[in-house]
Each structure stands twice: as structure tokens, then as C-alpha cells.
């Protein structure tokens, strides 16, 4: 059974820092692009930042320059570094991977974790 479990969010005030973590098991991780998206209250799941199977990396425009996605096949985990967040960080952030070439289209991933809340607040 495929399982991705987020962690790491919370609340951090501007300007702070923060790093999210995703757990895989069930898959062959290798294999597999990963991906972060968010959903904002009210607002629709959107695009992050993903990290290839082979390792390439793509962002959102809104986060490039202050986030960086990680993986490591060892472990069977991705890690999202957040930095200089603003309030507009503020969602539920979800883990997703799929099989081949990363997207920065939700349907394009068939795997998803739960999600984790990262509020961005003083």
C-alpha cells in the first residue's frame, strides 16, 4: 500500500523559515517524481515545486528563490526548505508523486499524502 505522510508544518512568523518532509513507503521510490502543491482556503491546489526522478527541479514563480526541493532515494523521503515565507504562504501542503517526468499539473500525480498546515502569521 502506497503511503505519503507529511510533517513539519506549523506556525512561523514572517520572514521565518520552515522545512516540510515527506515520508514514502509502498513504491519504488527511485522511480518516481516528486512533487509539493498547496491549497489555500476557498482557493484552488496549486503548483509548488517538483524534484524529478532523475533529480531535476522545477518551481513555482511565487516560491523560487525562497524554496528548494530535496530527495533522498536512501531514505525513501523529499523535503520542501521554506525561507523568507510571507503570509501568501500560508496552506495545507500536500506531497504528491507519479511515475516519469515530473508536472506541474495536480491530475498529473497519482499518489498524495494528507497534507500539512503551514500558517505564516505574527
Known amino acids: 500500500q502506497v503511503q505519503l505522510v507529511e510533517s513539519g508544518g506549523g506556525l512561523v512568523q514572517p520572514g521565518g523559515s520552515l522545512t516540510l518532509s515527506c515520508a514514502a513507503s509502498?513504491?519504488?521510490?527511485?522511480?518516481?517524481?516528486m512533487a509539493w502543491f498547496r491549497q489555500a482556503p476557498g482557493k484552488e491546489r496549486r503548483f509548488v515545486a517538483y524534484?524529478?526522478?532523475?533529480?531535476?527541479?522545477y518551481y513555482a514563480d511565487s516560491v523560487k528563490g525562497r524554496f528548494t526541493i530535496s530527495r533522498d532515494n536512501a531514505k525513501n523521503t523529499q523535503a520542501l526548505l521554506m525561507n523568507s515565507l510571507n503570509a501568501e504562504d500560508t496552506a495545507v501542503y500536500f506531497c504528491?508523486?507519479?511515475?516519469?517526468?515530473?508536472?506541474?499539473?495536480?491530475?498529473?500525480?497519482?499518489?498524495w499524502g494528507q497534507g500539512t498546515q503551514v500558517t505564516v502569521s505574527s
Open positions: 504528491a508523486a507519479r511515475r516519469g517526468s515530473g508536472s506541474v499539473t495536480p491530475a498529473a500525480y497519482t499518489r
Open positions: 509502498g513504491l519504488t521510490f527511485s522511480s518516481y517524481s
Open positions: 524534484i524529478s526522478w532523475d533529480g531535476d527541479t
